[in-house]
């Protein structure tokens, strides 16, 4: 089989039944849906466990269930087109603008 890219140590985590018991954890979570699609107001049904933030960027993260979702495969090709020959997604800073109420009424 060929891969994108090649296998490493993170892939193997994905093997565990640590990892397995807690992808049913998530999905029970998220009742089995997207995420992402459910954030535009679509109901889909979803089947992978994303890494929010990626566990490549910060390992400390894979276990992280506030880090987890369940999102659809097509979800999960626009999260990665790399994946499928495309050009890696650029990851947008947040940017957090503060809003302050004044005393006048």
Sequence with gaps: MRYAR??????????TTRWKKLRIVVIRR???LCQE????????KGRIIHHKIEARDDLSKFWDIDNLEVICDSCHNKEHPERSGGVKKK???VKVVKF??????
């Excluded at 090649?6 to 093997?15: H, V």
């Excluded at 302050?100 to 009424?105: G, I, L, T, V, W």
Aim: charge should be positive; proline fraction near 0%; aromatic fraction near 10%.
């Design 6 to 15: 090649e296998r490493d140590e993170i892939d193997k985590l994905y093997k």
């Design 91 to 93: 990851k947008n800073k």
């Design 30 to 32: 998220d009742f089995g």
């Design 100 to 105: 302050y109420s004044n005393n006048e009424r």
């Design 37 to 44: 699609c459910k954030r535009r107001g679509i109901i889909t």
